[in-house]
């Protein structure tokens, strides 16, 4: 800002001048959300920290979730504020900070949080697991989590071909039945897909005895 000044001598001017006064330089406000971890599986609990540089402290900092929550901390002079927040469905989540200092100045940063569909857990059970041939065997396969559709493939482990289902819904499951014929020790497993890529698989030991001889 400029003001001018008269110099009076007497009631009479015999001079003028200028004063310039200058207002303080308030530095540029400077924001850097960091999130630690960035990526999970839910529910994921994240730390955010906000970095800041510049401005003009006091400084309000309001950070703001995309499930419509927010958080607030007011009055920052000298140090970095933090926040918890956590996220429990999966998917990409833009998480937003803003900080205002006591010249006005706002500036934001932004930060993406990826959580991560749970893989699938498969689990395998028999009614029986040992006895003399003809042995039927009723397999019982639960699928807890993972992306459907999730395809589920049972393989017997007497060199009979391998069969497939597929679960249309979570937290699902299905069944299979088998003859083995002929004694032994069998390994049966199951294996699990889902819609994503991610596998699992489980297996147990299927015991075919020897016929007793006749008396």
């Known amino acids: 800002d400029v003001y001018k000044r008269q110099v009076l001598v007497n009631g009479e001017e015999v001079g003028k001048f200028k004063v310039t006064v ?7 406000l400077e924001v850097d959300l960091i999130a630690s971890p960035d990526m999970g599986y839910p529910p994921l609990e994240v730390k955010f920290t906000v970095k800041w540089s510049g401005g003009a402290p006091p400084i309000d900092f309001v950070i703001e979730y995309p499930d419509g929550t927010s958080d607030k901390v007011s009055g920052v002079t000298d140090y970095y504020p933090e926040f918890t927040h956590t996220f429990t469905q999966p998917g990409i989540n833009l998480v937003r900070v803003t900080a205002t200092d006591s010249a006005g100045q706002t500036v934001s940063d932004w930060v993406m949080i990826e959580v991560l569909s749970p893989p699938p857990l498969v689990d395998l059970s028999a ?9 039927t065997v009723a397999f019982t396969i639960t699928v807890v989590d993972g992306t459907p559709p999730i395809t589920v493939t049972m393989d017997y482990g007497d060199g009979s071909p391998p069969e497939t289902e597929v679960i249309e819904t979570k937290d699902g499951g299905t069944r299979f039945a088998h003859v083995y014929t002929a004694p032994g020790t069998y390994t049966a497993k199951v294996s699990v897909i889902d819609s994503l890529g991610q596998t699992d698989s489980d297996s147990l030991t299927i015991t075919v005895t020897e016929v007793p001889p006749p008396p």
Do not use: F
């Not at 200058?22 to 540029?28: A, D, F, I, L």
């Open 22 to 28: 200058s207002k303080p330089t308030v530095p540029p």
């Open 127 to 135: 009614d029986v697991t040992s006895g003399p041939p003809p042995l």
